[in-house]
């Protein structure tokens, strides 16, 4: 199953409902390796999405585009609501960053 089209083409459907209907036309014995396959793509995708949102965050800092549109760093944050969403992104890499090197 692709997972863009399980997430974005979700056709008044919920991707809920998408993957039960996906699910349910499989065998049974192909259900369990089809769900594990899925988890293990979208943790991957989990990841890099991470990766990109740190990068950009990182790059948002280090040219000061802020100033374009904010008086202040703390303005921008305050706007887009850095607190409850990308504050926690954020820290979620800088931990799997140490775990990793960790394991290196």
Do not use: F
Not at 12 to 18: F, R
Not at 26 to 39: A, D, G, K, N
Not at 47 to 52: A, H, K, P, R, S
């Amino acid at each position: 199953m692709e997972l863009i089209a399980l997430a974005y083409e979700n056709q008044g459907n919920s991707i809920k409902d998408q993957l039960y209907l996906y699910l349910s036309h499989l065998p049974e014995s192909e259900r369990l390796q089809q769900v594990l396959t899925l988890l293990d793509t979208v943790g991957e995708l989990d990841e890099c999405v991470t990766e990109l949102i740190w990068e950009l965050w990182d790059y948002l800092k280090a040219h000061q585009l802020w100033q374009y549109q904010y008086l202040t760093l703390d303005a921008l944050q305050d706007a887009i609501g850095y607190e409850k969403s990308l504050k926690v992104i954020l820290e979620r890499h800088q931990i799997c960053t140490v775990q990793k090197q960790h394991e290196a």
